[in-house]
């Protein structure tokens, strides 16, 4: 079965960085796309970052671009998320995703933005 795992959450001041993972499992992974959604408290979830399958293309949502950055390791069938420049409206829960006849999400990784 298809099983998603993020990694890498946690509570970082403004300013600050970190880098989140997600391993990807019972797929051929380097033949699909990958993306990142985050989910706010109240808010719908959201796209946040789009990798192609062999990392030629990749999208932003608007208001993250130029400080988030999506990459993947073929190799290791996971996909990175390199958040720089927090604020704090960047808190929510983090999903790794892929759609191969339906969409599967990771568990999700909580990132809390706050002094």
């Known amino acids: 079965q298809i099983l998603l795992v993020e990694s890498g959450g946690g509570l970082v001041q403004p300013g600050g960085s970190l880098r989140l993972s997600c391993v990807a499992s019972?797929?051929?992974?380097?033949?699909?796309?990958m993306l990142w959604y985050r989910q706010a408290p109240g808010k719908e979830r959201e796209l946040v970052a789009s990798?192609?399958?062999?990392?030629?293309?990749?999208t932003y949502l608007n208001s993250v671009k130029g400080r988030f950055f999506i990459s993947r390791d073929n190799t290791k069938n996971a996909v990175y998320l390199q958040m720089n420049s927090l604020k704090p409206e960047d808190t929510a829960v983090y999903y790794c995703?892929?759609?191969?006849?339906?969409?599967?999400w990771g568990q999700g990784t909580q990132v809390t933005v706050s002094s």
């Open positions: 990798i192609a399958s062999n990392g030629s293309n990749t």
């Open positions: 019972g797929f051929t992974f380097s033949s699909y796309s």
């Open positions: 995703s892929m759609f191969r006849v339906r969409r599967y």
